[in-house]
């Protein structure tokens, strides 16, 4: 379990900004972690502010929903650079399904953590034929802290790390939940690939 490296107003004499990402394929718990994350931030009394991509409507318009459906709000904005005009003087900016946002939001990113803002970040490290998720490869290799969780293989029960898409489609991006995807282990995820 991830446990924050300095939670409370006074810990730090100056602040000291950071990227937390979050990391792994579809129902492995990402926004479940995103959530937990910023909720012991708000239980820290820190000002959070929290976004997603407007595009993800699949579960609420406006809120960031686990597929456990725990809930919190949220800022739906069309382009990265919406956040850093939104994100104000808050002390923690949380990021949803970053994979759907362009490059812009690693830049966005460094200037938060620069700014002394704990940045947090979830999104899909692979899309659909398992090659890495942009901008993701970026985000990661900036972030001074980054958790790959994993889900279980729909198929053999192993540990997955792969996103299954079930149609034939190859669009890049292409918002689904259960009838869409199955989360698979590599072996299950090769065997059935096309």
């Given at each position: 379990m991830?446990?924050?490296?300095s939670?409370?107003k006074?810990?730090?004499?100056?602040?000291?900004g950071?990227?937390?990402?979050?990391?792994?394929?579809m129902?492995?718990?990402?926004?479940?972690?995103?959530i937990?994350?910023?909720?012991?931030?708000?239980?820290?009394?820190?000002?959070?502010?929290?976004?997603?991509?407007?595009?993800d409507?699949?579960y609420?318009?406006?809120?960031?929903v686990?597929?456990?459906?725990?809930?919190i709000?949220?800022?739906?904005?069309?382009?990265?650079?919406?956040?850093?005009l939104l994100?104000?003087?808050?002390?923690?900016?949380?990021?949803?399904?970053?994979?759907?946002?362009d490059?812009?939001?690693?830049?966005l990113?460094i200037?938060?953590?620069?700014?002394?803002k704990?940045?947090?970040m979830?999104?899909l490290d692979?899309?659909?034929?398992?090659?890495?998720?942009?901008p993701m490869?970026?985000?990661?290799?900036i972030?001074?802290?980054?958790t790959k969780v994993?889900?279980?293989c729909?198929?053999?029960?192993?540990?997955?790390?792969?996103?299954?898409?079930l149609?034939?489609?190859k669009?890049?991006?292409?918002?689904g939940?259960?009838?869409?995807?199955?989360?698979?282990?590599?072996?299950?995820?090769y065997?059935?690939?096309?």
């Open positions: 991830f446990i924050e490296p939670i409370g006074n810990t730090l004499k100056e602040k000291a950071h990227i937390e990402v979050i990391c792994g394929s129902f492995s718990g990402k926004t479940e972690e995103l937990r994350r910023l909720n012991r931030a708000l239980i820290a009394k820190q000002k959070v502010e929290i976004f997603k991509p407007a595009v409507k699949r609420h318009d406006m809120d960031v686990s597929h456990n459906e725990n809930a709000r949220s800022t739906p904005v069309q382009f990265a650079d919406d956040i850093m994100a104000g003087n808050c002390e923690v900016v949380g990021i949803d399904e970053v994979q759907f946002f490059t812009q939001i690693v830049n990113a200037s938060l953590a620069n700014s002394g704990r940045v947090i979830a999104g692979m899309d659909f034929a398992g090659s890495p998720f942009e490869p970026q985000l990661l290799a972030a001074e802290y980054v994993h889900a279980i729909m198929k053999c029960g192993g540990l997955a790390s792969y996103s299954f898409r149609s034939d489609s669009q890049k991006v292409m918002l939940e259960k009838e869409s995807y199955e989360a698979r282990c590599r072996k299950c995820f065997e059935d690939k096309k």
